[in-house]
């Protein structure tokens, strides 16, 4: 098992200091570890690359046939996109770079004592497909911290939003307020080679990355608690600054949830709303800001990012109907019953993809069960884990009984005192990111086009099968 001692680059006399509004981010063209970062994008590139003029040759091969029910029910299961860094399997869930998430939590590097793979490790395997050392990891956080310094007009755009303003709307502000200094956008203006497009994405993927758990923290001091600035910590890994800056709990098992929560949360293929929409908006050869910027706001939305929230309210109502009582299998299931016939649904359990557990769920339960098993809310979730996939089965309706990992999160999160469950997909928004960025960086490095399918009306589709 890998650790990692964080390389400082903020550190000034009397212990860590923040990076100073405003600052420009010096090392970034110069930087051993972006070097060999790019190195390895640029060899694995070049293999792909060659693969895609290869899989061309035969570009009239079919690869699937295309019903009327995938047109319309919102182009489920067709594959009509290439996404190099993940991929959701029915039975074994999503894999970062061919590794199940079991295997990635297991062989990326750890902190100090710590049992969660590093979440900027993942994103180094995402857009490399391999697994950093741990000196490779110490670098490209410290990379990372050196990038972190938010534009003083970043913040000055957030002061003047009112308080009241959704968390996610603040986030998709301040990336677009980012834009103004994308290093793609200025190279682009100035004319750079077609080849050369994935090494300035790439610049302003770390320098996103690097920058958005210091605005989420932000988002969180100001919109819930007293507007101080948050305390940065150079010493400390991604994640675990970003835990420290939020300031709800100074724990270090805080830091591991964070950690596992983000590193599960990076990446999940190329077809969900968030990914597919940065994808299309950068296929038009808008800067990383701007597509992330546009992903966040489908992020947003109920059916996509929401669900943690809705969870873990879910699960506060079951609490309270408890009115202090040990949950039992048997109130479980007489709860749903009674939910489900008033034609209601249980959040937190299915999954439009998997037919198995969801992996991001039992590495979440293997957490609660070694730091929460005393916790009342999660004695609930174990609960509903034993008594809920059963009574789903039962009606031959479900294809997936089984919990998803937002029937855990917020549990989590509530136990270390992040309560405020209009944040949540923020949270979900810092890890995503990561996926999301290595995503457009690996569409440049290929030179995807702009996306472009067809869409016909009704009355056409109604000919075409007919004609079948």
Not at 266 to 279: F, L, M, R, Y
Request: charged fraction near 20%; glycine fraction near 6%; charge should be neutral.
């Amino acid at each position: 098992m890998q650790r990692v001692a964080v390389l400082s680059q903020h550190v000034v006399a009397g212990g860590p200091a923040r990076p100073p509004l405003g600052a420009a981010a010096t090392s970034a063209a110069a930087s051993p570890i972006v070097a060999k970062l790019k190195g390895k994008i640029a060899a694995l590139a070049k293999d792909r690359v060659a693969l895609k003029a290869e899989l061309l040759k035969a570009g009239d091969t079919k690869i699937q046939d295309l019903t009327v029910e995938m047109c319309i029910n919102g182009a489920r299961s067709i594959k009509a996109m290439v996404t190099e860094t993940s991929d959701l399997d029915a039975a074994k869930g999503i894999a970062y770079r061919g590794l199940s998430l079991f295997e990635a939590n297991q062989k990326l590097p750890k902190a100090p004592g710590g049992e969660s793979g590093l979440p900027e490790a993942a994103f180094w395997l995402l857009l490399t497909g391999e697994i950093p050392s741990a000196e490779e990891t110490a670098a490209f956080t410290a990379e990372l911290h050196a990038r972190s310094a938010v534009p003083a007009n970043v913040l000055t755009t957030l002061a003047t939003l009112p308080k009241d303003t959704h968390p996610m709307t603040q986030l998709s502000m301040c990336m677009l307020a980012m834009q103004k200094d994308s290093k793609f956008s200025a190279k682009y203006q100035e004319g750079m080679m077609k080849n050369a497009y994935w090494e300035w994405a790439l610049e302003d993927a770390l320098d996103l990355i690097a920058r958005i758990p210091v605005v989420a923290a932000h988002i969180y001091r100001r919109t819930f608690k007293d507007g101080s600035t948050p305390a940065y910590d150079s010493k400390l890994d991604w994640a675990g600054n970003y835990a420290q800056m939020l300031g709800v709990n100074d724990s270090e098992a805080f830091k591991e949830c964070t950690r596992l929560y983000l590193m599960l949360h990076a990446d999940h293929e190329g077809g969900n709303v968030s990914a597919h929409t940065s994808h299309l908006v950068g296929s038009a050869l808008s800067d990383p800001y701007y597509s992330w910027a546009a992903g966040l706001c489908g992020l947003a939305g109920p059916l996509h990012g929401l669900a943690n929230q809705e969870c873990l309210a879910w699960l506060l109502e079951v609490q309270k109907e408890l009115g202090g009582k040990a949950p039992t299998k048997e109130f479980i299931v007489d709860y749903v019953e009674k939910t489900m016939k008033a034609g209601k649904v249980i959040p937190g359990f299915g999954h439009a993809v998997l037919r198995q557990p969801d992996p991001r769920y039992m590495l979440e339960r293997e957490f609660a069960l070694k730091h929460t098993k005393d916790d009342p809310l999660f004695h609930l979730v174990d609960c509903c884990y034993q008594a809920i996939p059963p009574t789903l089965e039962k009606t031959g309706k479900v294809k997936n009984p089984y919990p998803n990992v937002d029937a855990h999160s917020g549990q989590l999160m509530h136990y270390y005192n992040l309560k405020e469950d209009n944040y949540y997909t923020v949270v979900f928004a810092v890890s995503r990111a990561m996926g999301v960025m290595a995503q457009i960086v690996w569409a440049r490095a290929l030179g995807l086009p702009i996306e472009r399918p067809k869409s016909v009306d009704l009355d056409t589709l109604k000919k075409l099968a007919a004609k079948k």
